[in-house]
């Protein structure tokens, strides 16, 4: 890798574990050459994706986010690296669908030679919680949206004033691990006759009235658990995790590395399983060696889930609940 150094980001965005990011991705950029590309399958607002083209000079990067905001916010940021950078707007499990319907020399490389490393740094981005017109934040009045791409899709508002309270319940206690969900929901159902939801504080105010005082005092924002599962409902998150890594799999080539940045439990537990599978033997039990061509296709990089350490989370304390997990692909897969 060339040498960088570190200093805080000039756009305000720190990226998570920037430096190990590159370390991880580091050997199959090397064994890829000049044929190395790189996929930033949650590109926000680039500062990954700049430093993966700082330090790798040869490598070129493709940048995916559903947002046309981060995209061309971005693309403004990373335009001194010419033809080696190009957005891409698409969900990131379909980027396979977005390489192959696209021309140009980093799709035409990434089809060629295949991927050579990718990037997955899961959840909301800095900048997204940063607009507060955006809705995905409960420390403004913003309206309910939390879309990431804006363009489609059902927001925050539609899911609190037409999900049954079965559903309400269901998704604050999946997606937020919320213990008080049948509680809320039958408020936020009993609310909305009233008046429908639009706006968060209004939201914030009836969790305030909802959650046990002594739990609001010990538990963190009371707001938080509703507000991530709100989200990740209505961006399909956990659908998206589930359906990329079998495409991003197959899309890399032999020494090519896909790493997974998850931030709550349920994301971490999808890759972790996903990457268990492909790193299994499909050798019968018993047998005291792999059968020819039923030796596992990937290894797994990290021992477990990575953290972040107390200097990087003094650096940046978003990095605190990070789980980082990075697997390698070792033989071709049908």
Same mark, same amino acid.
């Given at each position: ?5 570190? &200093? ?8 998570? @574990?920037?430096?190990?990011?590159? $370390?991880?991705?580091?050997? *199959?950029? $090397? ?16 500062? !990954? ?8 000079? !040869? ?13 061309? /916010? ?20 379909? %980027? ?9 020399? %980093? ?8 991927? *050579?490393? #990718? ?8 900048? /997204? ?30 899911v609190l004033n037409t999900y049954s309270h079965g559903d309400l ?11 008080? #969900? ?5 408020? %936020?159902? #009993?609310e909305r006759e009233r008046e429908p939801f639009d706006r968060a504080?209004?939201?914030? $105010? ?41 495409? %991003? ?16 439990? @349920?994301?971490? +537990? ?6 268990? +599978? ?6 019968? #039990? ?21 953290? &972040? ?10 990095? &605190? ?7 390698? +692909? ?5």
């Amino acid at each position: 890798m060339a040498k960088f150094t570190l &200093a805080d980001d000039p756009h305000g965005h720190v990226p998570v @574990l920037r430096d190990r990011m590159a $370390e991880l991705l580091a050997p *199959a950029v $090397e064994a890829f050459g000049q044929n190395a590309v790189l996929v930033d399958g949650t590109l926000g607002a680039g500062g !990954h994706s700049e430093h993966f083209l700082t330090v790798f000079p !040869h490598a070129r990067v493709i940048g995916v986010d559903r947002d046309p905001d981060a995209l061309r /916010q971005a693309s403004q940021r990373l335009a001194a690296f010419g033809d080696r950078f190009v957005a891409v707007q698409a969900r990131f499990d379909h %980027i396979d669908d977005a390489v192959a319907d696209r021309q140009g020399p %980093i799709f035409e490389a990434a089809r060629e030679y295949c991927v *050579a490393g #990718a990037l997955f740094d899961l959840g909301v981005s800095s900048m /997204q919680l940063d607009q507060e017109e955006r809705g995905f934040s409960y420390r403004g009045d913003a309206p309910l949206d939390m879309r990431m791409d804006q363009t489609g899709g059902i927001t925050a508002a539609e899911v609190l004033n037409t999900y049954s309270h079965g559903d309400l319940a269901r998704i604050l206690k999946t997606y937020g691990d919320e213990r008080f #969900a049948g509680k809320i929901a039958s408020a %936020i159902v #009993a609310e909305r006759e009233r008046e429908p939801f639009d706006r968060a504080a209004r939201l914030v $105010e009836l969790l305030y009235d909802t959650i046990p005082a002594a739990t609001r005092r010990t538990g963190g924002h009371p707001a938080k658990r509703t507000f991530q599962a709100l989200r990740i409902e209505v961006n399909r998150e956990l659908e998206a995790v589930e359906n990329v890594v079998p495409v %991003i799999t197959d899309m890399l080539g032999v020494g090519g590395r896909a790493v997974f940045m998850s931030y709550q439990s @349920l994301e971490d +537990k999808i890759v972790k399983a996903a990457f268990s +599978k492909l790193t299994a033997s499909k050798t019968p #039990a018993g047998l005291p060696m792999d059968l020819p061509g039923s030796e596992p296709a990937f290894r797994t990089v990290t021992r477990g889930a990575e953290k &972040a350490d107390a200097a990087e989370i003094e650096r940046n304390p978003r990095a &605190a609940p990070v789980r980082v997990r990075c697997i390698e +692909k070792l033989r071709p897969t049908d």
